[in-house]
């Protein structure tokens, strides 16, 4: 049989969910068969249906339709059968939904199936036996099975035929569900002496093309006179029933009466109809009572129509029509089918997002049938009604992953029937992060210690911050920024850990030289962009008592002497002399105390412990030295402490003579008067020489100047008076107004004398005679004092060198 397949498109729209696409295709197509092109009439491109992971979502229903998204084509999956699909019901679709992700997109599809002439008319019975009496009027009827043919429309069972047609006709009666019911009237005598068994052939055609048909024997005994056939009381019976009665309940009774006597006019009751299914669920008793026999399902059939034949003895029949229409009670909860879900979602995701679209049907009718969907109120969703059966769950807020990194969404659905049912099922939706959120410190500034002195790359402290993203958005890096402190970088100071955030001392820090500095060190996440934050750290350095007390007074020198002077009339208490000392370190570290520890004579004197004063504790005597010698030390209060010493020289004694002559048998160190007696050897000889080449020098200019005024004698110019700068004449005398003072400080110790050299006491002052004519320009100022003859320099520097060599003669 050639098979055409005829393709519809009845309507498309590609909004969510409100577009329908139609096919119309003929049952039976083999698999793999074209349905249509539904990337072109959802005006989608092939590319898009892959990208998009397009899906046929058929709910609890078998799929027979199947998706190619390489082309974009609806295929046969399976054949199909539009009687096992829909039986006789039309028209026969197939009802599915295209699903796309990203954004998610449902467009309901409809598969008409047409019928094709695939099944011929069939009586459930290959024969049928009757017995008729042969006194039978003309006019009676005989009702025959009705054949059944699943097809519809002009495939299905059109007409009936009768051979042969000698004594029989057929007479047929549409009813209300469309099918004809099938009567065998007499339209001729019988008779038993000619023809005792009578043979019939009943067929069965359908309309389509080609022609299908099927047929049944029917037999027929003709026996002795019975007159009268039964009669029903009436010709069609209604009644209700409820889906949910048991079995065995009275439906309807039915009553049918035959005018004939005895065994003639006993009347049996069957059930006509020729459907298994219908025998199955109903069952006549002998008594006319329609009971019911099965469970009946509101939602596969509302309506049964059932006939009902009376049977006499004769074999006359009759036969009347139960119409039962079966109510609906709400024994069906809603089914909830998911068409389309996304199991994760970003958090920045913009509200009215769609996150699920599913579809509920309940089979339950009026009341009992209409559902409503909720959720939990508490949730950043809602719920909407898109279109008939179809729901969407959408985001009616912003979504925040660190509040709630996941959402159980439980939709529940639930009819209005009494008592309502419900379904629910319930959606997970994980909420994917975005780097949102930047590193938070735990506290919004630090401070952190360390002991001076310490090592290069010992750990000094820890910053800690958190990021509440996750996976690499929550990553954590610490970067310590550029700054400086005192002019130097900080990096030259300290350096942070990148993943632990542990801050390393770079080198060793001095609390002398830097007692605190402060840096920034920021964290930062690894998303994409990253988020930082900063924090301020101070490092402050802890003192060490790494440096021992330094005697400020009194003052020790190489070789020098200082001596305090007591007088022998000092009482007690007497301040001698105080010692200063200091500590750089700071705090207990530089907490000084002093304590005599050597001392000539122990009972004279003492020292304060916290202020160094030395004071006398008794009353000095005649019989005390007059050299004494006290050793004190000055100790820190450090652990362990460190300590300094000094020596303080005490001369008890009333006069300056008296010291001195005490005092210069004192010693001094080998090494120091080796050291000074090479130095004095030295200048001794620097300075010879400095005497001669000035000695050399005179000598040579005294030379030079006489040739030049033997020169000017000799010749014919005039003499002029030259009188050299700084000299004065005012007297008329020719003497040196000059006043050179020396400073000569001697001790004891020649070592320790010193000689300067001070400026003139008095200015030379020259006074030219206005009236003096003729004098000869000359520029002295350009020359030096040397071209002077007699000049006072001369006798300034053989004067000066004269001291020098006495006075070093005298330190020797």
Known sequence: MRRQVLLFLVALCVSSVLGQVSYSIPEEMAKGSLVGNIAHDLGLDVQRLQLRKARIHTGD??????????????????????????????????????????????????????????????????????????SAVVGSKFMLEKALDPDIGLNGLQSYTLKPSDNFNLKLHSQSDGTKKVEMILQKPLDREKKEIVSLLLTAVDGGEPQRSGTMQIHITVLDANDNAPVFTQPVYKASLKENSIKGTLITQVSASDADKGSNGEVSYVIGNSMRSISKLFQVTEDGQLLLNGPIDYEKAKKYEIDIEAVDRGGLSDSSKVIIEIGDINDNSPVINMISTSHSIDEDSRSDTVVAVMSVNDPDSEENGNVRCVIDKHIPFVITSSSSNFYSILTDNELDRERASDYNITVTCSDEGVPSLSSSVTLTLQISDVNDNPPVFERSSYEAYIVENNTPGLSIFTVKATDSDWNQNARVSYILEDSSVNGVPVSSYVSVSADSGIIHAVRSFDYEQIKDFQFRVKAQDGGSPPLSSNVTVKLMIQDQNDNAPQVLYPVQTGGSLVAEMVPRSADVGYLVTKVVAVDVDSGQNAWLSYKLQKATDRALFEVGLQNGEVRTIRQVTDKDAVKQRLTVIVEDNGQPSRSATVIVNVAVADSFPEVLSEFTDFTHDKEYNENLTFYLVLALAVVSFLFITCVVVIISVKIYRWRQSRILYHSNLPVIPYYPPRYSDTLGTGTLPHVYNYEVCRTTDSRKSDCKFGRAGSQNVLIMDPSSTGTMQRIQSEKSILDEPDSPLEVSMITSTFFTLHFLCMSF
Do not use: M, W
């Open 61 to 134: 229903s078998s799929e027979y339709i199947q998706l190619n998204k390489e082309k974009g084509l609806l295929l046969i999956k399976e054949k199909i059968d539009r009687e096992a699909l829909c039986g006789q019901t039309t028209p026969c679709a197939l009802h599915f939904q295209i699903a796309l992700e990203n954004p998610i997109e449902i467009f309901p599809v409809t598969v008409e199936i047409t019928d094709i002439n695939d099944n011929a008319p069939l009586f459930e019975k290959e024969e049928r036996r009757f017995e008729i009496l042969e």
